[in-house]
């Protein structure tokens, strides 16, 4: 008996669900179960919750059934939970989880607060989708649902580059182009391709930025006055943080854009041992020891000035 067939146990409603603002590996995940319940548990309705993601994951089979309006009451016999660390990440879909009969966390993050009834972390994993391919049949495993778990793994390694890459990653991502997906495309269209408006946002964003702690920091801030001139919105945002982390001779990296008056969400990046997720814990937030965020309130100057204290800490 697979892990699925014990998870799916009289299970004929369940709920998908990911973090807000969802990523490559969130949505690559959600969509990844989707897509194998659909074609090997047909007689499981399954719904993905998830804020609108953005438009160039739209190559994903079944991205358009999603649902980002959670106003209607529903409630399943199990809500399986992706690439989130705790509860406070789904946003307003919380509510599916906590009248769901039974749940299921699947994630990667060292921050996880193991809140589900079973919990499968591995914190040591690139991604939530590696996670999720050790739990699905390999000879299972279409060439759409591939292409799900790919898009997943390479926007949390960051294309492999990032040390959360492992021999494991590379063997999983080897298999999924096994399976005939234009893996080329999905990196050149999902991770790279930028618009004209997301390029000028960048290139704002660079121009401003300001190093510190003796050009060992760097941080950008984009305000809500400069996302509504350019038209953009947090979907733009992919990529700046990693730009500014490859920045000569940057241990850590900070880019935090407006989401509400004094409220600002946070991206830390390390290219040392400094561990941001201790920093992004402290605050509230979460994720891994070189890559986290979290949600801040202050003037920039306040913001910069708390985590600067924290970020000290480690680097004295």
Known sequence: MSTFDTILKDVKKAAIMGHVRP????????????NYL?????????????????DKFGYLKNFNTIVSDFTEDKEYDLCICLDSSDTLRFGEAVKYLKSAKKSICVDHHITNVRYADQNIVEDH?????????????EDKISKEVAECIYTGIIHDTGVFKYD????RTMEIAGKMMEKGIDFSRIIDDSFYR???????????????SITFHDNQCIFSVISKKDMDFYGVTSGDMDGIIDQLRITEGVECAIFMYETACREYKVSLRSNTSLDVSKIAVYFGGGGHKKAAGCTMTGSVHDVINNLSDQIVKQLD
Request: proline share 3%.
């Open 23 to 34: 990523d490559g590996d969130c949505v690559g995940s959600c969509l990844a179960v989707y």
């Open 38 to 54: 659909n074609e090997n548990y047909p007689e499981v309705e399954a719904v993905i919750y998830l804020e609108t993601p953005s």
């Open 125 to 137: 994993a690139s991604s939530t989708c590696e996670v999720l391919f050790g739990l699905f049949e």
């Open 164 to 167: 959360c890459t492992s021999r």
């Open 194 to 208: 930028k618009t004209y408006l997301q390029n000028q946002i960048l290139g704002r964003a660079l121009l401003e």
